[in-house]
């Protein structure tokens, strides 16, 4: 049984930060690339960042890089997404995820589990 549980999504301001939070249970992810996705209302899911089990490789999508920052803590079993300049683009579902194998991997198909998702809203 493994269950992802995100949290501190919520509402900002256009400019404002949040910071992502993934907890994981049932299963040790360290051996294991991170992932994290956003879909927004009537697109599809859309990748934003992913590391690797080392922490020392990171990626991001186009509309992201620059602004977010992945990182991980294998001690907690916990991954992080740190949003800065949010913009009411941002506005999504967004999505933790354990992929399958101990890169990156920018592909919704590399990933074995999910977590349910947390609403960041940003408005201008």
């Known amino acids: 049984q493994v269950q992802l549980v995100e949290s501190g999504g919520g509402l900002a301001q256009a400019g404002d930060s949040l910071r992502l939070s993934c907890s994981a249970s049932g299963r040790t992810f360290s051996p294991y690339g991170l992932g994290w996705f956003r879909q927004a209302p009537g697109k599809e899911r859309e990748f934003v960042a992913t590391?690797?089990?080392?922490?020392?490789?990171?990626s991001y999508g186009d509309f992201v890089k620059g602004r977010f920052t992945i990182s991980r803590d294998n001690a907690k079993n916990t991954m992080y997404l740190q949003m800065n300049s949010l913009k009411p683009e941002d506005t999504a579902v967004y999505y933790c995820a354990i992929g399958r194998h101990s890169g990156v991997m920018t592909y919704r198909h590399s990933y074995n589990y999910w977590g349910q998702g947390t609403q960041v809203t940003v408005s201008s």
């Open positions: 590391i690797n089990a080392g922490g020392g490789r990171t």
